[in-house]
Structure formats: C-alpha cells, structure tokens
C-alpha cells in the first residue's frame, strides 16, 4: 500500500533517472529548461540583462536566477552529483576460460558488500573521435559481482573484500571485448571511442518500503537526495528584492572535490563573477556581493541507527523522519559557524519545519562535505545541512520519505531570507 504520489514519488523517479554524475546533470537540466531557465555556454558572452540560466561543466551544474543589480547579494544551495559506486577499469576484459569478466575497481568509499549478488547496468559518458559525447545509460542486468560460496571459505565467516581482486564482475559465458559489445548496442563504431568513463549502477527500481510506504530505498540518496531537494527549492523560490538564489552541484565530492568541475575548482567563483560583470558590474561589486551572500552545504545526514545507538552521540539524536539537520563539527569536516547555523534555523522556523543538530562523536572520524571547501573558495558563510538516511554509501540506502518535502521546504525557505540575517 501506497501513499498518494508526492515528493519522495519523484525523487525515486529522479535518482532512477540519474545513474552518474552526467546523468543528474541531464535529468536537472530538463527540469530546468521545463521551467523557462536556459543554458550559457562558458565558451560564450553572457547576456547581460537578468534571467534565469544555467551551465553544465561535465557532471558538474550551476543555475541561478538573476537581477539587474550587480551587488546583489547570492543564496547558495550546493550539494554533489557524484556517489560512490564501482567504475570500469581501462583495460577490463580480463581473459578467463571460465566466464566473460571485467576488471572494476571502486570509485570513493562504497560499502562494498552491497555491490555483491546484485543485478548491475552499465552508464557513463563515451567521447568520439569528432569531438561529440554520449551518454550511456543501460538499465538491464548486464553486470554481476558475485561473492565466494561460504563452502569455500576458510571460517565461514565472510571474507575481508580486497578492491583489487573481489570486484570484477561476470557478464557472460563466451569471453568477448566488453566496448565492442556496448558499442554494437549503443550504435557506435569501435574505433571512434576514444575516451570513457564508465560504472555500475544498481537496476532495481527505487521504491516505498516499509508497511505504510513512508521509507524510501534508492541508490545514491547521498546525495540525489539533495539535488532533487535543491532543484525543487530552486523552482519554487519566490523573487525577492536584493537576492539571487543559486544552486550549484559538484562532482568529485566522493574523492575529494580536487578536479576541473569539484568544489576545490574555479566553478562557482568563475560563474559568480561572470554573473556580476555580465550585469554591468565590477570586480569590486563581485566582492561587494560575495560578501553579502551565503551557502548551504547540502548533504546528507546520518540518521540513529536502531542496530549501533552506541555509535552516535547521545545528545545528537537524530531521528527519521525528524526533518532536516544542522551539521557541526568543530574541526570544520562542517563548514557551519554560528551565523549560517542561525540563518538555516530561522529558514527552518519560517518553514514550519522541525530541525535537528548533529554532532559527530569525537572518537570517530567524520566525513565530509563540498562545505569547507567552497566556503574557503568563495569566502561565502556557509552552513552544512542535511537530510538523515541510514546505510550511506550503500548500494541502496533508505531514508524516510516525510524528509524529502521538509528538506525542501527548508532550503525554499533558505533561498527567499526574510529578517536580519542576510551574512
Ligand atoms: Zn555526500
């Protein structure tokens, strides 16, 4: 049994859309251009009058809604296109007599247990010889990554997985070369396949689980869950005086956001200056407006486990369900101070929403955000906020699905500020 479609509906419609980081960048920009914003090319001038646009830097998307006032300050939602998964190898067809296999290797931190025993498609990009790239996206069970038979294991415990040898996967019987058979079934010739970036994706539809339908399981909830709710904040976001509202999605987050299109990158920065000066503005005004604005770091949020209570601090409850979270870490893995902490609140309270504040235990290592590392690029204040969800970095995670509409309500609210809290 099923609640009525909702938000969480379509964020399973989105991540199923979305199996890379190039794929949420075609599924946001479709949305976008749904609702009248237009893509720039970076390659290109700017308009210069007011507007609503965007850019698309290989997985990588910024879009925003501009004015005629090149101090104006920005609202910032960020979040990252990229989860962990297993990717292919460069050379991957790994001769064997016993099956047809392909070397793949993971991309950042996945569980890697949960890559095992599953039906697996192939998606990613392929550049040509002419320049042109093309998407791939193949939502069969094409892949298989399957695990030791306990009868061949020593203490018939589990084995510990080594990323090197316990990860290729079996696509057939007949060995044959993985990228002739993709090409004959994508239309390409061979030989004009230059370059590629190829993974794994779990084919099993997102869905509703749980009695009354009010989990979500998807994959890469971390952090498609942000970029759906961000791209939803950004659509509904009313117009106000003095502020351009801005979402911008990186790619690499997983591995540390160091690359042409992470959040170490000149993405942002190079956007929001070309915003400013294409408005008539000055590299002065660029910093006049910076210095009013502010991010929030979307990410997702690690929710109490019923299994590992021990594993959480005891005052930092967080419940599913319990609506967004404020991230703090005083060691900055967060980039929250005190103001972005209380702008996000006051969103929050002007949404009707509940919010919750995690802190991470400080014997444990805590994970990261694209925060720190835009905040120190863009000078921005900037808070970390999240959603909560259970199993991250699982092939399939689960969250609830009340959280999806009060996480966006929070981050509509974030981007139309009313009050004294601009930065
Ligand atoms: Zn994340």
Known sequence: MSPTPDAADQLLRFVDA???????CRTVAADLEAAGWSRLDEREPWPTEAGRHYVVRGGSLVAWSSTDVATDAFRVVGAHTDSPNLRFKQHHDVGTDAAAVVALEPYGGPLLDTWFDRDLGVSGRVVLRDGGE???????????????AIHLDEDRKGRDIDPQRHLNAVWGVEPREFLVWLCEREGLARPDVLGFELMAHVIQPSARVGAAGDLVAAPRLDNQATCFAGLQAL????????????????????VGSTSERGAQSDLLTTVLERIVLASGGSRDDYHRAI???????????????????D?????HHIALGGGPVLKV????????????AAAFAL?????????????????????STIGPQSAA???????????????????????????IDLYTRALTAFFSPQGPLPG
Do not use: K, W
Request: charged content about 20%; some cysteine.
């Open 291 to 309: 210095a009013a604005s502010m991010c929030a770091s979307g990410d997702m949020a690690h929710a109490t486990h019923p299994n590992y209570e």
């Open 347 to 367: 969103a929050c309270e002007r949404a009707g929403v509940p919010l919750q504040r995690y802190v991470h235990r400080a014997d444990l290592p805590c994970g």
């Open 311 to 315: 594993r959480h601090e005891s005052l």
């Open 377 to 403: 690029r863009t000078g921005m204040i900037t808070v970390d906020v999240g959603a909560p969800q259970l199993a991250m970095h699982s092939a399939r995670e689960v969250m609830a699905a009340v959280d």
């Open 18 to 24: 979305s199996p890379t980081p190039f794929h949420v």
């Open 329 to 340: 870490n005083q060691n900055l893995r967060y980039a929250s101070e005190s103001r972005g």
């Open 134 to 148: 093309r998407l791939v996206s193949i939502d069969e069970p094409v892949l298989r990554v399957p695990h030791l």
């Open 235 to 254: 659509l509904a976001a009313d117009a106000i005086d003095g502020i351009r509202p801005m979402l911008v999605l990186f790619d690499h987050e997983e």
